[in-house]
């Protein structure tokens, strides 16, 4: 094996030396014809309106595409110092499948033995799906929040319905909220930090927040939310960044009394106060068809 390396990098430099040999016996036949034909050619050149008038339109073609350019980039750059000053770094377009994975090696990596946090909206094939963005992040974090809909409540019969795709419908989509919450449990069993709560509104926004970076989504009505853009944010130096707005969108979320925790051990749902003292917990089972 090392004889063959050793003879292709010999014959490498071989070629090297031939080719720069045969470009050096070359130029004083190339610089020979030059010269004998140029006079000549400039002479024609000169005489042809047509080809001077040829070369001013491809002048005139040549300066309006650079002066174009330089406009566009100029365009761009504006554009991209202003993305940068929201702290939007990255954005996935909705078929990109390039974009889609360097966004789940991001999460996996920025997931890795950090706090994260997630609002969804059954989070099946978010976390649970083994191809999920976040399935692998949920299992090395160091503590997990998850807001996923009531399966029970209005706001998933109504996401549910206003997606126009066949294979999803009320019951398919509580089912998917069940498997998660199952699936979660399954987790907690294994000495995961997981809290969970259950919110009964129609989703506005997906968010996964992974250390410095925050994944954005919207719920658009009668959309699958795999057919909207993702947008990565990072919390930097700059005030302006949006990630401090979507980072307390979350904590207003999931501090609100309205939107109980669901225990994960017990199957009950914990109502606290606005200052998180513990109001009332109520059985799950009894408020729906169980878990």
């Known amino acids: 094996m090392n004889f063959l390396k050793g003879s292709a990098h010999l014959l490498y430099h071989i070629v090297i030396?031939?080719?720069?040999?045969?470009?050096?016996?070359?130029?004083?036949?190339?610089i020979r014809f030059v010269t004998r034909n140029f006079l000549l050619y400039w002479s024609i050149v000169t005489n042809e309106k047509i080809f001077l008038i040829s070369i001013e339109v491809m002048t005139a073609v040549l300066l309006i595409l650079f002066f174009n350019y330089i406009g566009r980039n100029w365009k761009e750059r504006k554009l991209s110092k202003m993305a940068r000053g929201a702290g939007l770094v990255f954005v996935t377009p909705t078929k990109g499948i390039f974009g889609r994975r360097s966004v789940?090696?991001?999460k996996e990596k920025h997931g890795y033995a950090r706090d994260i946090m997630i609002i969804g909206s059954t989070g099946f094939r978010t976390f649970v799906n083994p191809e999920g963005d976040l399935h692998n992040a949920i299992h090395n974090c160091r503590e997990a929040k998850i807001m996923l809909l009531d399966p029970f409540g209005e706001g998933a019969m109504s996401r549910a319905k206003s997606i126009q795709t066949p294979d999803i419908t009320p019951e398919s989509f509580?089912?998917?909220?069940?498997?998660?919450?199952?699936?979660?449990?399954?987790?907690k069993a294994l000495q995961k930090n997981i809290k969970l709560k259950l919110y009964p509104d129609?989703?506005?926004?997906?968010?996964?927040?992974?250390g410095d970076?925050?994944?954005?989504?919207?719920?658009h009505t009668g959309l699958d939310v795999r057919n909207m853009p993702e947008y990565i944010f990072h919390h930097?130096?700059?005030?302006?960044?949006?990630?401090?707005y979507f980072?307390?969108?979350?904590?207003t979320r999931w501090h609100d009394p309205n939107i109980p925790e669901y225990e994960l051990d017990s199957d009950?749902?914990?109502?606290?106060?606005?200052?998180?003292?513990e109001v009332r917990r109520e059985k799950f089972n009894e408020i729906g068809s169980g878990l």
Request: glycine share 4%; hydrophobic share 45%; aromatic share 12%.
């Open 17 to 30: 030396v031939v080719l720069s040999a045969a470009i050096a016996l070359s130029l004083p036949f190339m």
């Open 104 to 106: 789940k090696k991001l």
């Open 174 to 187: 509580r089912e998917q909220i069940i498997q998660s919450v199952n699936y979660l449990k399954r987790l």
């Open 202 to 210: 129609v989703p506005l926004l997906k968010l996964a927040i992974l």
């Open 213 to 219: 970076y925050i994944s954005v989504q919207h719920y």
């Open 236 to 244: 930097g130096q700059n005030p302006g960044s949006l990630y401090t």
């Open 247 to 251: 980072y307390q969108y979350f904590l």
């Open 268 to 277: 009950e749902l914990i109502y606290r106060d606005n200052s998180g003292n």
